[in-house]
């Protein structure tokens, strides 16, 4: 009790100390629930499948900034599904270091900025690299990062490590670098240019099972992708936007070399007018692999992706192997609300590769995908509906509501056995930020 009492005493005045000067703790944080019912998520009517799960994610940060550009950002995350406690008096372990980085600007007058520790890296339309924030946990890297530039123009470079096989639990190393030139000299347009390489020392000789430990370590089994992209987009309040981007990987993967590539377009106007309806159109291509047991890989690789939402709310499909156009409109007849009704019509690229989940290609585990592809089965994986609104209730809670469902097309229906059938989807969400 004594030492709980000297302990609030020094917070407190170390707080009435620093509330005189600028060197203050700044704290935030943010709390999150949302139910989500899914129905037949196999496709399958005969097999029951529904769930109804409530997910729970606490944020919690403190900030502290110093003179001499020095700053230090931590975030504790609680991330929980009701229930998983198993009991009303059980507690879980699960309270994790979701951010902590120091921040050195401009070290020694060099002209970058440093931020060193567990950080986001989320940079452009995040098909590629973000912070995933609709996941329960969101992804964060353990990374070195420079940034290099003012505001209208930067470059970012880093270095991550992802996996490190000298911890008891994991079997070879992953790292991931990256640079990232973004640049809004030219506004409304914004140039982007990137380049990114993923490294994973696991054994990839055998395509069927690549997660599985080999050996030492032989260049011959590791996976390398280097991934080079351009994206030019223009953002603006109304009228015309675009978003165009294209990505090309290589490198190797055991003995396979790389040959892959994506691109991204999407166009939309936003009309000046009451409720302010805005309709937009775009086209998704993701290569597939013509062919699995030669020595090329042509699947197209989305990495660490912001993997929800892009290809249809109910992430039936990512960006590997596919080509799917879609469309969508949406209105905001008031600040605080805003809705809209999209339309989604997803196919595989290449009938002789697979059909890949939300987070897509990485590593080749049976996780990563939903079915192989089948020879005859057509593309035609089935459209999607999804509807959305967002409304800011009393300034700081944010009320979300959606409703999706997925019809199957004729490659699940060739697929699936003697049934295939549709699936649905919907969630409610309460989010506060304090
Ligand atoms: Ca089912
Ligand atoms: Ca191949």
Redesign the pocket.
Known sequence: MRCVFIVMTALFTTWVANTNGQEVFKFSGELRMRAEVR????????????TVQVFQRLRFAAAREFEHGLKVFVQLQDSRLWGEEGSSLNALNNVDLHQAYLQIDKPAALPFDIRLGRQPLSFGSERLLGKYDWHNIGRAFNALNVQWGSAQQQLNFWLAQVRDHTAPTVARNQEFAGAYFTSQRLLPFTLEAYWLLLYDARNFESIANPATPGRQDEPSETLDVHTLGLRLSRARDRGLQFDFEGAYQFGGRGFQSIRAYGLALEASYTLASKWRPSLRAGYVLGSGDEQVDDNRSETFSNLFPNAHGFLGAMDYASWSNISAPYAGLSFVPKEKLAFGIDYYLLALHNDHDAWYRAGGFNIGTPQEFYRKAVAGAGKRLGHEIDVHLDYLYRERLDLKLGLSKFFVGEFIEKTGGLRA?D?VWGYFALEVKF
């Open positions: 129905d037949n998520a196999d496709f399958n009517s005969d097999r029951l499948d529904g059938d699936s």
